[in-house]
């Protein structure tokens, strides 16, 4: 059975992303006085501590780098790679640190991550998909926010997932995609 994770706000950069039971629960930060680094944690219901997953860097409001769990910062483009596709569907490529890769696709306003096996074939049912929020007479307030509906087996790769979404997103909204 799948999940959904709300986000709270239309901004990518500074908003929560939970489900209904905060099991699942991420907080995105970009800093007024560090407008160029976007950090994202999580939850640990164990400990009730926050963890830093990852952090997007940020240049003129594009994201320009990402390092995952403290790491070091690798090139935006070379740790989420764009595959040309026909026309105007192209896909981006990532893998999570655990030997599982993954494309996300734009199908209409929403994105689709495909889990992506050895042969480089996508799997034919998304694994998660991205709906954006939506708003009254297309310019009032939110009348539906934004989420992401995830199957069980990619709860383990969660981290990463949501990081790529958030660059591919960013990134979107800048047009330069």
């Known amino acids: ?30 800093p007024e006085w560090e407008s160029h680094l976007t950090t994202v944690r999580r939850l640990d219901n164990r400990t009730q501590g926050q963890d830093a997953v990852g952090s997007i860097r940020n240049q003129s409001g594009k994201p320009v780098a990402v390092s995952m769990y403290g790491g070091e910062f690798m090139n935006e483009e070379l740790w989420l790679r764009k595959v040309e596709g026909e026309g105007r569907h192209s ?24 889990s992506i096996d050895e042969g480089g074939a996508q799997s034919p049912k998304p694994m998660a998909t991205f709906f954006p929020h939506k708003r009254y007479v297309m310019v009032g307030r939110i009348s539906q926010h934004a989420f992401l509906e995830i199957e069980p087996t990619v709860v383990d790769s969660l981290d990463t997932i949501l990081v790529s979404l958030l660059v591919l997103e960013q990134k979107k909204r800048k047009n330069s995609i």
């Open 1 to 30: 059975m799948s999940q959904r994770l709300t986000f709270t706000t239309a901004n990518v950069q500074n908003l929560v992303i939970s489900n209904a039971t905060d099991a699942l629960y991420y907080e995105v930060l970009t």
């Open 91 to 114: 896909r981006w490529e990532f893998d999570d640190g655990e030997g599982n890769y993954f494309s996300w696709t734009l199908a209409g306003p929403n994105w689709e991550l495909r």
